[in-house]
């Protein structure tokens, strides 16, 4: 059975940093494709940021504008295991954080939330003016 956990979500004020990790378990491949993405009040989910699949740690990434330039995505220690560390972050960025996983032998950075067969239960992220 897969399970993908986040973590790291809270309280920060405009203009501070924070950062999220992603672990997912029970996977049959190694460093799959994963993404974040989040979902503000009255607001649809939308694509943050993804790594692609990649034979070692790495792999491409990829963001959205809105974010680009301020947060980053980054394999962790583990194999299945993702960061994304948010930096200059603005009440804009307040949401629920969701972390994505997706099995398949895909070599591409997965932008949308259809091609993710996996997620987290999400992490609250606010930022405060």
């Known amino acids: 059975q897969v399970h993908v956990v986040e973590s790291g979500g809270g309280v920060v004020q405009a203009g501070g940093s924070l950062r999220l990790s992603c672990a997912a378990s029970g996977l049959t491949g190694s460093y799959v494709a994963m993404g974040w993405f989040r979902q503000g009040p009255g607001k649809e989910r939308e694509f943050v940021a993804g790594?692609?699949?990649?034979?070692?740690?790495?792999?491409?990434?990829s963001y959205a504008d809105s974010v680009k330039g301020r947060f980053t995505i980054a394999r962790d220690f583990n194999k299945n295991s993702v960061i994304l560390q948010m930096g200059s972050l603005e009440p804009g960025d307040t949401a629920v954080y969701y972390c994505a996983a997706n099995d398949r032998d895909t070599d591409h950075v997965l932008r949308s939330a259809l091609e993710y067969d996996y997620w987290g239960q999400g992490t609250q992220v606010t930022v405060s003016s």
């Open positions: 790594i692609s699949r990649s034979v070692r740690s790495g792999g491409s990434t």
